[in-house]
């Protein structure tokens, strides 16, 4: 991983913290299978819409997910990009995996 | 009370919702403790400090001076990151050093491997793919 392409601590932190509930893990996991409406969501997981509505805004607001309009009915799906980079990340951190690319230059 | 101890019991996170009941996951990976990695993983200070310890173990002295942060500030992030499982502190002579634990990092990337569009794990944890639902 090169210094150009490291995300910036506050991105990372916003998408780690869309990850850190529950509710959303288990949107992104049915998400992983196909995309899915509003609709879908709410009856698997049984809770409000108005709290779905603001876990799908947490999780679309960190990238994560992106929705599609089809008629009337609007599709959410797994941003691929997003979920490479966060598991590029988490390689980056590995115990002696350090790079020299250190964005708080620690290593000089 | 010492305050380390009153921290050991204030900040136990996750605490038990009702909400929820614990799933069964094709992973054996309990969501709470999925929610809680990325917890700790979800803030500026505790990735920077991740980052530092991946370069090699620190002591927490180092930490305070390399990150330009209140002590108390950098033990409290030391122990959500603990608590998490993501690092560990051991004791090497007279020093506590603190070090990254690659197995959960592995299981972090498990997670995020399952996770891929398409890449649904068979036994969906909420039988989404069996409950029969519009647009199938």
Same mark, same amino acid.
């Not at chain 2, 019991?9 to 709470?32: I, V």
């Given at each position: 991983?090169?210094?150009?392409?490291?995300?910036?601590?506050?991105?990372?932190?916003?998408?780690?913290?869309?990850?850190?509930?529950?509710?959303?893990?288990?949107?992104?996991?049915?998400?992983?299978?196909?995309?899915?409406?509003?609709?879908?969501?709410?009856?698997?997981?049984?809770?409000?819409?108005?709290?779905?509505?603001?876990?799908?805004?947490?999780?679309?607001?960190?990238?994560?997910?992106?929705?599609?309009?089809?008629?009337?009915?609007?599709?959410?799906?797994?941003?691929?990009?997003?979920?490479?980079?966060?598991?590029?990340?988490?390689?980056?951190?590995?115990?002696?995996?350090?790079?020299?690319?250190?964005?708080?230059?620690?290593?000089? | 009370?010492?305050?380390?101890?009153?921290?050991?019991?204030?900040?136990?996170?996750?605490?038990?919702?009702?909400?929820?009941?614990?799933?069964?996951?094709?992973?054996?990976?309990?969501?709470?403790?999925?929610?809680?990695?990325?917890?700790?993983?979800?803030?500026?200070?505790?990735?920077?400090?991740?980052?530092?310890?991946?370069?090699?173990?620190?002591?927490?002295?180092?930490?305070?001076?390399?990150?330009? %942060?209140?002590? &108390?500030? %950098? &033990?409290?992030?030391?122990?959500?990151?603990?608590?998490?499982?993501?690092?560990?502190?051991?004791?090497?002579?007279?020093?506590?050093?603190?070090?990254?634990?690659?197995?959960?990092?592995?299981?972090?990337?498990?997670?995020?491997?399952? %996770?891929?569009?398409?890449?649904?794990?068979?036994?969906?944890?909420?039988?989404?793919?069996?409950?029969?639902?519009?647009?199938?």
């Amino acid at each position: 991983m090169t210094t150009a392409i490291r995300p910036q601590p506050t991105l990372v932190a916003s998408w780690f913290h869309a990850l850190a509930d529950e509710t959303r893990i288990n949107i992104v996991e049915m998400l992983s299978h196909k995309e899915r409406c509003v609709c879908e969501l709410e009856q698997v997981l049984d809770i409000a819409q108005s709290r779905l509505s603001f876990h799908i805004k947490v999780l679309k607001d960190a990238g994560l997910i992106a929705d599609r309009k089809e008629g009337r009915w609007v599709f959410y799906g797994l941003q691929r990009e997003t979920l490479d980079q966060i598991a590029a990340y988490t390689k980056s951190v590995k115990p002696g995996k350090h790079a020299g690319s250190c964005a708080v230059a620690c290593c000089d | 009370m010492r305050r380390s101890l009153l921290l050991r019991f204030t900040y136990r996170w996750p605490r038990e919702r009702p909400g929820l009941p614990h799933l069964p996951h094709a992973l054996d990976l309990q969501l709470a403790r999925v929610a809680q990695w990325f917890h700790a993983t979800s803030d500026t200070t505790r990735l920077a400090i991740l980052e530092f310890l991946s370069q090699r173990d620190r002591a927490a002295g180092e930490l305070i001076q390399l990150l330009g %942060v209140p002590p &108390s500030r %950098v &033990s409290f992030h030391l122990t959500v990151l603990t608590e998490s499982g993501l690092i560990r502190r051991y004791r090497d002579g007279r020093r506590r050093l603190y070090s990254l634990r690659g197995e959960t990092l592995d299981l972090m990337l498990t997670f995020m491997r399952t %996770v891929l569009p398409g890449a649904h794990v068979g036994t969906c944890p909420l039988s989404c793919c069996q409950a029969g639902l519009p647009y199938q």
